[in-house]
């Protein structure tokens, strides 16, 4: 297992995450934002919080060495976790980054604009939290095992 892969792998998607929190931000502002834009705001902070604990897990010698994890796989299964998650958070941040696009291109129509581009990729967003929320409960439950 090497520590340094995990960590590099965790802080890289915290990034990703940090980035369309920004996106999501300037989205959500308004009272009318659609309620998927909220859960995915929430779930990404709650992704965060689960990377900074892999990232500190990751750093312990006592649970990188742990025979058990050795044995069984454990840090190659959560690097194979982790690059689902990784990709998973690149599609996202490149479609709501071509949804912003749109916006700012638009004037006067930029409200109809959002609103026509966010539909259109409405099952592709609500797909890709789906991934994220998987992930995320998966490295919740390998934070579990890890510390028992």
């Known amino acids: 297992m090497d520590p340094l892969s ?15 929190i920004t996106i999501l931000s300037k989205w959500i502002s308004g009272r009318h934002a659609d309620q998927i834009l909220h859960t995915l705001n929430r779930e990404l902070g709650l992704l965060s919080t689960t990377l900074t604990s892999i990232t500190a897990l990751s750093q312990r010698p006592d649970v990188i060495f742990a025979p ?4 069984d796989g454990f840090w190659n299964n959560v690097n194979l976790v982790l690059r689902s998650c990784k990709s998973t958070m690149r599609l996202l941040r490149r479609l709501l980054r071509d949804i912003s696009a749109g916006i700012e291109a638009g004037s006067i129509w930029r ?4 609103h026509i581009l966010f539909q259109g990729k409405k099952s592709d967003i609500a797909e890709l939290l789906r991934d994220i ?16």
Do not use: D, P, Y
Not at 68 to 71: I, K, R
Not at 111 to 114: C, E, K
Not at 135 to 141: G, V
């Open 68 to 71: 058990a994890h050795e044995e």
């Open 111 to 114: 409200r109809s604009i959002a």
């Open 6 to 20: 995990v960590t590099a792998s965790s802080i890289a998607i915290a990034t990703i995450c940090s980035q369309v």
């Open 133 to 148: 929320q998987s992930s995320k409960a998966t490295l919740q439950i390998a934070l579990q095992c890890a510390t028992m």
